[in-house]
Antibody, heavy 124, light 108 residues
């Protein structure tokens, strides 16, 4: 069974930093664009960031641009999200998700596999 | 960015009934780049439909998607107990990709 497992969430003070990880197994990881999507408590889904298979193309939502950095290590089948200057409004469950199609481009695709999510809480 | 508006916000139906969920886009979604997801409490979203009408792997045929342009529909032909959940539409035509606010399908 395909697995995407996020880790690294937790409680952090405003202005602080966290690094999320997503480990992939039994999935073709290195060929696909990977993504982070978040969901604030009781709210809907919000796309955060995307990174192409070879890390050449990277996209961010305006709400996190300049504060978050997405990266990946295909040798380790892992995806990362470095989150700096965290704000209360960044509080959410963060999911990693795989593009559902090899041929999507421009950071726009549907997502066929999702992790179970990791909760980030930004509070003093 | 494209804004997706889902209706109704909550839909109350009984098992065995037909469910019709709507997703309206603020501008045309070309090539029907629209997807539907199901999310149950405490779980990640699950892909149901992509390309407006193509079922994802393993999705039962009671789920169907239709529509084009600005108006899209997810239909569940006969509700099973496990279908009661929140449903989201997503457009992936324009960047940034956006999701609707969700429709909660609850047991009547």
């Amino acid at each position: 069974e395909v697995q995407l497992v996020e880790s690294g969430g937790g409680l952090v003070k405003p202005g602080g930093s966290l690094r999320l990880s997503c480990a992939a197994s039994r999935i073709t990881f290195g060929s696909y664009t990977m993504n982070w999507v978040r969901q604030a408590p009781g709210k809907g889904l919000e796309w955060v960031s995307s990174i192409s298979s070879g890390s050449s193309y990277i996209y961010y939502a305006d709400s996190v641009k300049g504060r978050f950095t997405i990266s990946r290590d295909n040798a380790k089948n892992s995806l990362y999200l470095q989150m700096n200057s965290l704000r209360a409004e960044d509080t959410a469950v963060y999911y990693c998700a795989r593009d559902g199609n090899l041929y999507c481009s421009g950071g726009t695709c549907f997502y066929d596999y999702w992790g179970q999510g990791t909760l980030v809480t930004v509070s003093s | 960015e494209i804004v997706l508006t889902q209706s109704p916000g909550t839909l109350s139906l009984s098992p065995g009934e037909r469910a019709t969920l709507s997703c309206r886009a603020s501008q045309s979604v070309s090539s029907s780049f629209l997807a539907w997801y199901q999310q149950k409490p405490g779980q990640a979203p699950r892909l149901l439909i992509y390309g407006a009408s193509s079922r994802a792997t393993g999705i039962p045929d009671r789920f169907s998607g239709s529509g084009s342009g600005t108006d899209f529909t997810l239909t569940i032909s006969r509700l099973e107990p496990e279908d009661f959940a929140v449903y989201y539409c997503q457009q992936y035509d324009n960047s940034p990709i956006t999701f609707g606010q969700g429709t909660r399908l609850e047991i009547k």
